[in-house]
C-alpha cells in the first residue's frame, strides 16, 4: 500500500503526501530513523522521495523498534511509523 503514495507539493491535487516544515525537520527525521536501525530497528520500508528540490521525506514503516530508540520517545513529525513489540499488556 506504501506503493500507492504520490509525494509532491502539497497543492498538487495528485500528491497524497507532501513536504516537511523544513530542511531542518527532514534532518531531524532522518537521525531518529538512523538512531533506531543504529539500535537494531528492521532497516525500512519506505516510498521513494522525488529527486530536486523540496523537503520531501518517504513514507516509511519501521518494524522491530527497540524501547530504546529515541523516535518512540520523541515527536517524530513525519511520515514514519514506528512499530515496536510487547511481552504485557
Not at 527525521?29 to 528540490?53: C, I, K, N
Request: proline residues 10%; charged residues 20%.
Amino acid at each position: 500500500r506504501m506503493s500507492e503514495f504520490t509525494l509532491g507539493k502539497g497543492l498538487d491535487e495528485k500528491s497524497t503526501l507532501g513536504p516537511l516544515i523544513n530542511a531542518k525537520q527532514v534532518a531531524t527525521v532522518t537521525e531518529l530513523v538512523s538512531d533506531a536501525v543504529s539500535r537494531g530497528a528492521t532497516p525500512p520500508m519506505a516510498t521513494v522521495a522525488p529527486g530536486g528540490p523540496g523537503n520531501f521525506y518517504p513514507a516509511t514503516v519501521l518494524t522491530d523498534v527497540p524501547l530504546d530508540a529515541r523516535i518512540l520517545k520523541e515527536e517524530v513529525f513525519g511520515p514514519v511509523a514506528p512499530i515496536a513489540g510487547f511481552d504485557t499488556e
